[in-house]
């Protein structure tokens, strides 16, 4: 019976690091990985249930996050099972004195379809200009494939592209402070209380990554252990809770106040309508015809008028000739 009741974490022995790996992720590390991975799971499941109760021109929020959780949840999967990872020689030797360090490039996988689907939440929320919050993604972007390639480069040259990664982290922030506060602040008090939240908050924890970064891939000073736990609660803020307040706001917010009613995209057919819709279809096509009818039946009645008729001799009655 106790044997039925203990589940161990086998991750690490059955998809070992490669042997050349001499700092890697322990069993300790899988065991918090599966509990992030259990508890993104999980959120992501509440908002497929909530946007199910919700009309599906308000579901925009919704699918956002359900998005974002379900990249996290492969992403956060796939490290917990150990896999998704290289081996990269570290540049210093604080801890173990240096050697193979073991990076999850699933990681940023994972960010890179995750963080932009935050972002444009953030902006939506503030009634920012569609082409600012394109640009504003893309730097997103940017930021998160320079760190990816620092993360697997070992020589000085990593920093390069980690200076890349801060100048388009620092353009984003300069979008949520400076474009997306100030719009936010045309808006109603309560959206505004709203938007300064979810700036605030994503602007002090996503300042933390750089931060991780440079403890663990970066300089190679905390365990992959350590990194995993550093990296994993920030995730959980920036995911199940800034998610779960998005969810949250959205509910109390409708499409309109915030300009995202898409009710004007494509027409279907008139023959995919229902019956009643069909027909009012129909009428509304007749009505903007008819004024066309009219004018081409009064041209031919003021051609068959008898002042616009010839008159045939010939055929005139021989009581009507004197």
Known sequence: MSSILIRDNDAVYINPPASTINIH???????WYW???????VSTLGYVVSAAFVPRRERIFHYFAIGAGMFASIAYFTMASDLGSAGVSTEF?????GG?????????IGWFMVSPLILANVFMFSGVAWPTILMSLAAQEIYVVAFLVAAVVSSSYKWGFFT???????LVIYHLIF?????AKKQSSDIKKHVLIMISGISF?????PISFGLSEGGNVISPDSEAAFYGVLDMISLPIFCSYFIFVSRK???ERLGLAFDHGFKPAIGSLPMSEKQAALEAGQARSEPERHSGETAVAQDESPAHSEVDPVNIPAEQVV
């Open 93 to 97: 030797s604080h801890y173990q004195g």
């Open 179 to 183: 474009v997306a506060f100030p719009s």
């Open 100 to 108: 193979v360090r073991q990076v999850f490039y699933a990681r940023y």
């Open 205 to 209: 924890i996503w300042m933390l990554y």
């Open 253 to 255: 917010t409708s499409v």
């Open 164 to 170: 890349f990664g801060i100048c388009a982290w620092w």
């Open 35 to 41: 509990a992030a991975f259990s508890l993104i799971a």
């Open 25 to 31: 992720l322990t069993e300790h590390g899988s065991d």
